[in-house]
């Protein structure tokens, strides 16, 4: 028995969907302009920001470095090192639950217009399209058998993925080895192993998941598309069609009972992942409102109102009424909250951070000891960390007990980065009436900038 054609469309369609490469149809329309300002964006900080140069107390130094073989981080003025690790946790913190707090909001927002995957594949299907025709275009190529223009196309494009791909890399090493010195050792490869290694890996890596893997991503290797439901509730705003206005659907809309869809399919041919929204929220569609820009774009030529596919909750889309304010949506109450406590922690973190750190360690070996002028004398241990970005002197007082002092040489240089333990004598007349362990404070400062200054506490042993 024959199958209605409108049968056999709808299985090719299927099979397409399954196991065919998705080309994408081209659209025009406000999210599509958003997603590609995001896609510039993103790009000029990233390709950009390595290049910045930072002048610091007459030394000039990449702005952004990580650089691992000497335990800092440079980000403009600020330097962090390993005891910072508190700091990069509670940014790590801010980064998940804002990613939470705007899902709840709006979906997937974050992956259909800043996620990395979602912008380069962006760029490496735009090459594509510039190399090898519209989506109509790669289609016929992809079917046609391989002949001289087919080869000189491919070759033309992978080539040029393959160039944006290496240029990415080593993008991304210039965030790790300084870029100026990094360029000049590739030509050679007189690179170090691990930057060797970064090179290749994420050349191959960037290329293989823009320009081969694509969509496949986000529908089988995503972590974030299997669980992202779960921060949904029936206010969370996502790209949905709208199925009491739209259905039943009729091509012609000649019908007395039709809906607003009049089933042209654009929305499934500008799918970047392939999905026909009209099925309901499929955790493969990445919130990009492609579908919104085609459907609305249909809609005005029809002489229909906009907004048959368009970002809705669950509640408007069965005509009730949202609840008002953050406080009626708990899900998005709670991120929010969350959100300002690790952001005021972080903040108060930092304004705390002291670029000198001291740690004092009195000698138990030997409590105390009575000098000929019969004052006590207790030795200390203090172990100075510099983590300035530069060498400084550094002086030590003590306070805390009456003709309480420092014998010796008060003033210590420290490289930057460094912990030099410096072995400091401090003595105290015995005749001020205080007897055992009393508390005495050691104050250090720098000689280059005073308002460095740390105060620890220690003890001191009397008879």
């Not at 040029?160 to 965030?175: D, E, Q, R, S």
Request: net charge positive; charged share 20%.
């Amino acid at each position: 028995m024959n199958r209605p054609v409108s049968k056999v469309r709808e299985a090719k369609l299927e099979l397409y969907r399954k196991k065919g490469k998705i080309h994408a149809k081209a659209t025009s329309g406000h999210f599509n302009t958003l997603r590609w300002s995001m896609v510039w964006l993103t790009q000029i900080i990233f390709y950009g920001a390595c290049w910045l140069n930072w002048d610091a107390n007459g030394l000039t130094r990449q702005a952004i470095l990580l650089d691992i073989a000497h335990e800092k981080f440079y980000l403009f003025g600020l330097v962090l090192w390993p005891q910072d690790a508190l700091l990069l946790a509670i940014a790590l913190i801010l980064a998940a639950t804002g990613l939470f707090f705007v899902t709840a909001l709006a979906g997937r927002l974050f992956c259909g217009f800043a996620c990395p995957q979602t912008v380069y594949t962006a760029i490496f299907a735009w090459v594509e399209a510039k190399v090898e025709g519209d989506h109509l275009a790669r289609l016929k190529l992809d079917q046609s058998p391989m002949g001289p223009r087919k080869l000189l196309l491919r070759t033309t494009k992978h080539a040029i993925w393959a160039g944006l791909a290496i240029w990415t890399a080593i993008t991304f090493v210039g965030y790790f080895t300084p870029i100026r010195q990094l360029l000049p050792t590739i030509p050679g490869w007189q690179v170090g192993p691990w930057e060797g290694f970064w090179l290749i890996f994420y050349a191959a890596f960037t290329y293989a998941q823009a320009g081969l893997a694509r969509e496949a991503v986000c529908q089988h290797m995503c972590p974030y598309s299997r669980f992202q439901g779960v921060m949904f509730d029936n206010t969370t705003q996502t790209v949905s069609y709208d199925v009491r206005r739209g259905e039943p659907r009729n091509a012609r809309q000649q019908a007395a009972n039709s809906g607003g869809c009049i089933d042209c399919g654009i929305c499934v041919q500008v799918c970047p992942t392939g999905i026909d929204i009209r099925d309901g929220l499929q955790y493969q569609c990445i919130n990009c409102g492609l579908c919104v820009d085609a459907c609305d774009e249909v809609m005005l030529k029809t002489g229909a109102p906009t907004g048959l596919i368009r970002f809705a909750s669950e509640l408007e889309l069965a005509g009730q009424a949202a609840p008002q304010g953050w406080l009626k949506r708990p899900r998005v109450a709670v991120y929010a909250s969350l959100l300002i406590l690790f952001s005021g922690l972080g903040a108060w973190t930092l304004s705390q951070r002291s670029p000198l750190l001291v740690d004092v360690l009195r000698d138990r070996g030997a409590l105390l000891r009575e000098t000929v002028e019969g004052r006590i004398e207790n030795a200390y241990t203090l172990k100075l960390m510099n983590l300035t970005d530069l060498a400084g002197d550094f002086s030590i007082e003590v306070d805390g007990l009456p003709g309480i002092t420092i014998e010796g040489e008060r003033e210590f240089a420290s490289e930057s980065g460094s912990i030099r333990p410096v072995s400091v004598t401090v003595s105290a007349p015995q005749d001020g009436g205080q007897r055992g362990l009393q508390p005495i404070r050691f104050r250090i400062t720098s000689k280059q900038d005073p308002a460095i200054s740390v105060i620890e506490k220690s003890s001191f042993a009397l008879p």
